[in-house]
């Protein structure tokens, strides 16, 4: 079965839910316990790995081929060996925290698109990733045009959000991605577990599927799909196709 067919099947058993659900009004957590975080820039979530060295690269191909997408989009995550310390109040204190820089570069037939530089770390008590900022390039015609979405916990009113949870995968969990307002306030809805499917890299087992959408546009939704061990197997139209392991 084909992985779009299998998300349009969980989609479907969801609007069998009561219809009080169409209208939920729970609210996605913005406040987390930092101070009890033992934070590292290395860490072992399941579904998301910070192992400097790690690369993983996607492509929308098969959308192509099915002819639903008009252009051929390429993305490449990279866990560098880079570090960023960003520093921030927690529990009154000013605290730095030392987070791993991921990036992504992404290309739209053949021609860069945006290359973002972001900073993530581990809690160690819980294996949560926060996420507490990003760099972002934007281009056009090989300029950078736009840096839209920078932000960095700690300034201004920005603060971490979780761009993972650790531990158990628990359906119906909301939360803040990241807490920037009026600049980044994405936000995550736990919506599938312990399905599989199939992708361009291979066979997946237990994936869970991440619902994403911003406070600052509410029709804005997007859907990532997590395998554990792999990470990020598909974000949207795009498929993991092969992972470097260091």
Request: proline share 3%; aromatic share 8%; hydrophobic share 40%.
């Amino acid at each position: 079965m084909k992985l779009q067919s299998m998300l349009l099947g969980a989609l479907a058993l969801s609007l069998l839910q009561p219809a009080a659900l169409a209208k939920d009004k729970r609210e996605y957590t913005d406040g987390f316990p930092l101070g009890e975080c033992d934070f590292a820039s290395v860490g072992e979530n399941q579904y998301f790995p910070l192992q400097p060295g790690r690369e993983a690269h996607f492509n929308n191909l098969q959308c192509v081929a099915e002819g639903e997408c008009a252009e051929v989009e390429e993305l490449v995550i990279r866990v560098l060996n880079d570090t960023r310390d960003v520093t921030l109040t927690i529990n009154g204190e000013a605290t730095t925290v030392t987070t791993r820089i991921v990036e992504e570069v992404e290309t739209v037939d053949g021609q860069l698109a945006e290359i973002s530089r972001n900073f993530f770390a581990e809690c160690g008590a819980t294996q949560d990733v926060y996420y507490f900022g990003e760099e972002v390039d934007i281009y056009q015609a090989g300029v950078v045009v736009s840096h839209e979405g920078e932000w960095l916990a700690g300034t201004g009113a920005a603060l971490p959000g979780i761009i993972m949870s650790g531990g158990a995968f628990l359906l119906g969990a909301r939360y803040f991605q990241e807490v920037a307002p009026g600049v980044a306030m994405d936000r995550a809805e736990h919506i599938a577990a312990d399905l599989s499917s199939e992708v361009a890299g291979g066979a997946m087992e237990g994936w869970v599927e991440v619902e994403e959408s911003t406070e600052l546009d509410k029709k804005s939704r997007s859907s990532k799909i997590y395998c554990p061990g792999a990470g990020l197997v598909v974000d949207d139209d795009l498929e993991l196709t092969f992972v470097l392991e260091p």
